[in-house]
């Protein structure tokens, strides 16, 4: 008879568990959605890409400008120049 008083007690225990976390979850969602959102700019309409200082190394992916490539501030690069190839 104990183990049918243990599962007794137990069901209600998990679906209170469950129902906790539900909750905990949804009331984080408000927290997520007033960060700060960040505007991501397509990729390809940035110049990198077809720059001949361009490397798709992820540890250096500019030779002149390795802080900036690929980013927002890369779009008006001083140093930019076209490769002759197609990649």
């Not at 110049?47 to 200082?53: A, K, M, T, W």
């Amino acid at each position: 008879m104990s183990a049918i008083d243990g599962s007794l007690f137990a069901v209600p225990m998990c679906f209170l568990i469950v129902w906790a976390v539900a909750v905990l979850l949804v009331l984080d969602v408000p927290k997520a959605r007033s960060g700060q959102r960040v505007n991501l700019k397509p990729l390809q309409k940035l110049p990198c890409r077809s720059c001949q200082f361009f490397s798709n190394n992820p540890y250096l992916k500019c030779a002149i400008h390795p802080s900036t490539a690929m980013t927002e501030r890369a779009s008006d690069c001083s140093d930019y120049c076209p490769c002759e190839k197609n990649r």
